[in-house]
C-alpha cells in the first residue's frame, strides 16, 4: 500500500507562507485523487483542497480560496500545498491523503500522512 509522509510545516507569522509536501512511496494510479486537510485542537478534520492525478481540476475550502494553491509533480510522486498570506486560524495539523473519489469529504480518502504542524502567530 501506498505510504504518505508530509513535510514542510513550521511557525510562520500571520501574512507568511509556508509550503507543505506530500511524497508518495509510491506511484498511483491515474484515476486517484489527493487531498489536503487539517485539524486543530478540538475541531473536526477539515478539507482544505484537493487535486486529480493529472492535476485537473482543483477544488479549494472557501477559507482558503485565493491564498492557498495545491499542485502534484506526478514523476516525483509529490503532492504540494503552497500556503499564502496564512492567518492564525490556518493553524492546525495538515495531513494528506489519497483516495479514489472526486470529494471534499475526509471519510472517502483511503490512505493518510501522519501530518504537519502548521502555526501562525500574531
Known amino acids: 500500500q501506498v505510504q504518505l509522509q508530509e513535510s514542510g510545516g513550521g511557525t510562520v507569522q500571520d501574512g507568511g507562507s509556508l509550503r507543505l509536501s506530500c511524497r508518495a512511496s509510491?506511484?498511483?494510479?491515474?484515476?486517484?485523487?489527493l487531498g489536503w486537510f487539517r485539524q486543530a485542537p478540538g475541531t473536526e478534520r477539515e478539507f482544505v483542497a484537493l487535486?486529480?492525478?493529472?492535476?485537473?481540476?482543483?477544488l479549494y475550502a472557501d477559507s482558503v480560496k485565493g491564498r492557498f494553491t495545491i499542485s502534484r509533480d506526478n514523476p516525483a510522486n509529490t503532492l504540494y500545498l503552497q500556503m499564502n498570506s496564512l492567518k492564525t486560524e490556518d493553524t492546525a495539523i495538515y495531513y494528506c491523503?489519497?483516495?479514489?473519489?472526486?470529494?471534499?469529504?475526509?471519510?472517502?480518502?483511503?490512505?493518510w500522512g501522519q501530518g504537519t504542524q502548521v502555526t501562525v502567530v500574531s
Open positions: 487535486i486529480r492525478y493529472r492535476g485537473y481540476s482543483p
Open positions: 509510491a506511484r498511483s494510479s491515474s484515476n486517484t485523487v
Open positions: 491523503a489519497l483516495g479514489s473519489q472526486y470529494t471534499s469529504d475526509h471519510r472517502e480518502y483511503d490512505v
